[in-house]
């Protein structure tokens, strides 16, 4: 071969290694400056990360692991079944990446667990990429500090749930900074900042078993997805996810509104209002399901659209009409216990239908027996009648249905009058305990066909 052709090769191989990208040439794991080149390590054997050594060399780091920062460079890390825990409370797991070569950063599969006591960042390079978090198959990102603890998760290019958990060993809460997407568990306390989102994409749902607390984000899905709480979802924001509630909806935040625009199903409770001094505002715009309903001293409804269905209690501690919206009512439907009533009693008059604490609409099923009460003074007893009274533009019910009026004024709208409530049917509607008097005409015409049937039996005795 004569120089001219090796100049040649040469040139050849250094233009090659040229375009090699700067990712692949000098992929790295740093800890505390330790640095291992190209190193795409697979966690397969013991590994007590953390604590005694890391698995790249296996050169002991005790003082640094306990109390250093883990640095991720471009390492595709996967966890089969394994754990990787990191001490110190001020460890830090920042995931830096340069390219888009190894974005997809650290997957955590089969029971593997990243604990942390510390927060999750993400260092963006020149390039502008950012890392993936992809927890599956059961996989956990955990929290190991303390109850109450907050650790947060920001500017990490993605968070993927794939059948894993965002976790707590004691009670650590993970501070959501950043969007979250996919399906599996929320099984550690967690707050929901106003910039996130969480996005719920599969028919499998995203499971809320530790109380979320909603700072002003949003609760979504694409497709099929969906949300299932079993503790208590709290906040404010949005919630326009189908979401089956077997623990508490509770919207709270003083002078901030949550607005339900996907459907709530299921037998847990919701409360408007976290506490009596709770300004908190809910606007629900779909249908929503409960077992008991609580509107709070200082909190208001605001229903646009939808139906609000009851198995248990409509519980109302609220003291101005302001605080329930549509001026025309709420619509609702219940099959039992009881439903606290709130309105002035003007009597039958058109007045007592509008921003009165009355209802658009009442369905009672077939199973439901309602009993009407006035436990609370929601600032309208006085009227007509002493004790609070409702307003009911339309009534309707299955046959079977029974409505407990418990001696309280019931006024509805009858052929487009308003019309007190007696007792007896209206329309498949038993209605019972009325105290509407009976009209002295009927009484007459009772007393009249009394006295004919003792004329005539007094003639065929004689």
């Known amino acids: 071969m004569n120089s001219r052709k090796a100049l040649i090769l040469i040139a050849l191989a250094l233009a090659c290694l040229l375009m090699v990208p700067p990712n692949v040439q000098a992929t790295s794991y740093s800890w505390y400056g330790t640095y291992n080149s190209a190193w795409n390590y697979l966690i397969s054997g013991s590994s007590n990360w953390g604590s005694s050594t890391y698995p790249g060399n296996g050169t002991s780091y005790t003082d640094q692991a306990k109390i250093g920062d883990l640095f991720f460079n471009n390492l595709p890390i996967t966890l089969n079944g394994k754990t990787i825990l990191l001490g110190g409370a001020t460890t830090v797991l920042t995931i830096t990446t340069y390219g888009n070569y190894y974005t997809n950063a650290l997957n955590l599969n089969n029971l593997g667990i990243l604990g942390l006591k510390g927060n999750v960042s993400n260092n ?4 502008g990429h950012k890392s993936i978090i992809t927890i599956n198959n059961n996989g956990q990102l955990r929290n190991d500090g303390s109850a109450g603890t907050h650790y947060s998760i920001s500017g990490v290019g993605s968070i993927t749930l794939a059948g894993g958990s965002l976790s707590s060993l004691s009670g650590g809460v993970w501070d959501i900074q950043q969007n979250v997407t996919g399906y599996g568990y929320l099984s550690a306390p967690t707050t ?14 995203i499971y809320v078993s530790g109380n979320l607390d909603n700072q002003g984000g949003t609760l979504t899905a694409t497709g099929s997805g969906s949300f299932s709480n079993s503790a208590t979802l709290s906040g404010y924001g949005t919630i326009s996810a189908p979401v089956t509630n077997s623990g508490t909806v509770t919207a709270s935040g003083s002078g901030q509104t949550l607005t339900v625009t996907g459907v709530v199903s299921g037998s847990g409770n919701v ?27 200082s909190a208001s409804l605001n229903q ?9 209690n409509f519980n109302n501690y609220a003291i ?9 009512g709420i619509n609702l439907s219940m099959t039992g216990s009881t439903f606290e009533v709130a309105g002035y009693d003007y009597g039958a008059v058109n007045t007592g239908f509008s921003s009165n604490f009355n209802l658009a609409s ?7 027996d309602l009993l009407l009460a006035d436990l609370v003074n929601n600032g309208n007893q006085g009227g007509e009648h002493t004790l609070e009274a409702l307003y009911i533009t339309s009534l309707t019910g299955a ?33 019972t305990d009325s105290p509407v008097p009976i009209p002295g005409s009927v009484l007459l015409l009772g007393t009249g ?14």
């Open 304 to 312: 646009t659209a939808g139906t609000i269905t009851l198995s248990g």
């Open 320 to 328: 101005s009409e302001s605080q329930w919206l549509p001026a025309g």
């Open 399 to 431: 046959l079977g249905a029974q409505l407990d009026l418990n001696g309280l004024w019931c006024y509805v709208m009858k052929d487009g009058s308003p019309y007190a409530l007696p007792n007896g049917y209206y329309g498949n509607v038993l209605v």
């Open 362 to 368: 009442l369905y009672l099923p077939a199973s439901a």
């Open 449 to 462: 066909l009394l006295g004919l049937g003792l004329v005539r039996w007094r003639r065929r005795k004689s």
């Open 192 to 205: 929901l900042n106003s910039t996130s989102t969480i996005t719920a994409n599969n028919s499998t749902p």
């Open 271 to 297: 409360n408007v209002g976290a506490n009596a001094s709770d300004t908190v505002t809910m606007a629900v715009a779909s249908n929503l399901a409960a077992n008991n309903f609580t509107l709070n001293q």
């Open 124 to 127: 963006a390079s020149f390039y």
